[in-house]
């Protein structure tokens, strides 16, 4: 039996082709489609980035966003939520978020699904690293675990409810609750 090849893109390629639900994402020249999120998944999602717009609407200092498309060095991803600095965010001549993002963001948080490759979005996580992004979580709801990564920098594993992230930077300080997650 003969498998064919797979056909690979271009960044541009698959930039110009149409959104999907669950959101494709670009790596080494494919396609790949991300698990649809679950019940539990979207509500921490949802709960992260309603307690991050909160905590950085006071200070004008970040925006919180869900399943927004970064497309930066070879990948197009859409980390489950994306966080960048104020003053990194582009916009439009009057001001409003432009549509594109096409730097690493700030700080990536990824919630693992079921099913999903652990290996693949530590990948994503690295590579926003290697592009400039301060922090990458991994939060583990199965495991009830939450892993941070930092560029040059041991990744930090919390996993008990009196544990903070001790993180520096965008996303310091972080309280993990009884089920390992904020």
């Not at 432009?98 to 996580?125: H, M, Y």
Request: proline share 7%; glycine share 6%; with cysteine.
């Amino acid at each position: 039996m003969v498998q064919a090849p797979l056909q690979t893109l271009t960044l541009a390629s698959f930039l110009a082709l149409p959104e999907t639900k669950p959101a494709c994402e670009f790596i080494h020249g494919l396609r790949v489609q991300k698990p649809m999120p679950q019940g539990e998944h979207s509500t921490l999602q949802r709960e992260l980035v309603i307690s991050l717009t909160l905590l950085f609407r006071r200070s004008r200092s970040a925006m919180a966003y869900p399943e927004l498309r970064c497309s930066f060095g070879d990948r197009s991803i859409v980390p489950d939520i994306a966080v960048f600095l104020a003053n990194r965010v582009s916009r439009t001549a009057d001001g409003r978020v432009e549509n594109t993002f096409s730097i690493a963001p700030d700080w990536t948080i990824e919630i693992l699904s079921p099913g999903q490759s652990t290996t693949k979005v530590v990948k994503n996580i690295l590579h926003c690293l290697n592009q400039g992004t301060q922090t990458g979580w991994l939060i583990n709801l199965a495991e009830q675990t939450v892993f941070i990564y930092c560029p040059l920098q041991p990744v930090l594993c919390f996993d008990l409810p009196e544990q903070r992230t001790g993180c520096s930077g965008i996303c310091g300080g972080f309280p993990v609750d009884d089920r390992g997650v904020i």
